[in-house]
């Protein structure tokens, strides 16, 4: 096991648990990033401009890292761009297709038990694995 | 006003967590995905501090009938595990592993002016913008057959 953060990951956690709740507790919504994005790019009245000053909110805290934790963007692994392109595309389309990614089924839904966001959840998680282990074991890494 | 002061507030720190905890760093999510592999077993930890809160804030609005500064909650009602449920999240989970991203932490790495970052979202705006294309697609395809379903149903 290297770079074990068990702490670190922790209390990044609590934070994007913090977040999540407020959104919840104040003004009622769901923290998913996948459809707070799909929402902005397909904008319908009175529904868009929160999720604009969340994703705003997004880039000022990536800003913020930048200057004061610069090692977030120590990426360690970027895939080559065409890979890079068939990802963005799988997941644009598998999270719309599938309602949700690893904020709104991974962490708010699984902690409300949704059914469906642990069964979404459970299988990102397995194709996640699943393709980690083709490229690293069987491609060696090269992609 | 107050409530979109909110959405940006949780925003930043929705990012500083991902930034915290590792999930904006490709190489932490594949370890994490890497079981058979060198795994690193913390981004785990994200998911448990991160559901830990957010159970005591769901079970702190459960009842009430709007939140503080809205008029209703927009909670997900659905139950059914359907194929697209599960396609969906196969393909994203595919797309997680393949280049260590996904959307939160995309967005978040924005910040870092990385090209390949730009890459990936500009990818997954698309994929999204693709995937509403093949809806409305499908829904052109649907209607001849439902008309001509009808007609059959009227004689």
Redesign the interface.
């Known amino acids: 096991?290297?770079?074990?953060?068990?702490?670190?990951?922790?209390?990044?956690?609590?934070?994007?648990?913090?977040?999540?709740?407020?959104?919840?507790?104040?003004?009622?919504?769901?923290?998913g990033?996948?459809g707070i994005?799909?929402g902005v790019?397909?904008p319908v009245k009175a529904d868009t401009?929160?999720?604009a000053?969340?994703?705003?909110?997004?880039?000022?805290?990536?800003?913020?890292?930048?200057a004061y934790?610069p090692q977030?963007?120590?990426?360690?692994?970027?895939?080559s761009?065409g890979?890079?392109?068939?990802?963005?595309?799988?997941?644009?389309?598998?999270?719309?297709?599938?309602?949700g990614?690893?904020?709104g089924?991974?962490?708010?839904?699984?902690?409300?038990l949704?059914?469906?966001s642990i069964?979404?959840?459970a299988?990102?998680?397995?194709?996640?694995?699943?393709?980690?282990?083709a490229?690293?074991?069987l491609l060696r890494g090269s992609? | 006003m107050k409530a979109l002061l909110v959405s940006f507030f949780s925003g930043i720190v929705f990012a500083l967590g991902l930034g915290i905890s590792g999930m904006t760093r490709p190489i932490k999510v594949i370890g994490f995905l890497d079981f058979t592999g060198k795994w690193d077993a913390s981004l785990a930890f994200v998911m448990l501090g991160a559901i830990a809160v957010y159970s005591i804030a769901y079970r702190l609005v459960r009842g009430r009938r709007a939140p503080l500064l809205g008029e209703r909650f927009l909670i997900p009602e659905r139950m059914d595990i359907d194929r697209n449920l599960i396609a969906g999240a196969a393909m994203f989970g595919a797309g997680w592993g393949l280049a260590g991203f996904c959307p939160g932490p995309a967005i978040t790495s924005l910040a870092s002016g990385a090209a390949p970052v730009a890459l990936f979202v500009i990818a997954m705006v698309a994929g999204i913008y693709l995937h509403g294309a093949f809806t409305r697609l499908a829904e052109i395809r649907m209607r001849p057959v439902s008309a001509a379903a009808q007609i059959a149903a009227d004689s």
């Open positions: 096991m290297t770079n074990f953060t068990p702490v670190a990951s922790f209390i990044g956690g609590v934070l994007i648990g913090l977040s999540a709740a407020a959104m919840l507790l104040l003004n009622g919504k769901i923290a990033i996948s994005l799909a790019l397909r401009l929160w999720r000053c969340f994703l705003a909110g997004l880039l000022t805290g990536g800003l913020m890292l930048r934790l977030a963007f120590d990426f360690g692994t970027i895939r761009p890979a890079l392109t068939v990802a963005g595309l799988l997941v644009g389309f598998g999270t719309r297709l599938g309602n990614c690893t904020s089924h991974g962490i708010c839904g699984t902690a409300r949704s059914g469906r069964a979404a959840t299988t990102f998680m397995v194709a996640g694995a699943a393709v980690v282990y490229v690293n074991h992609l």
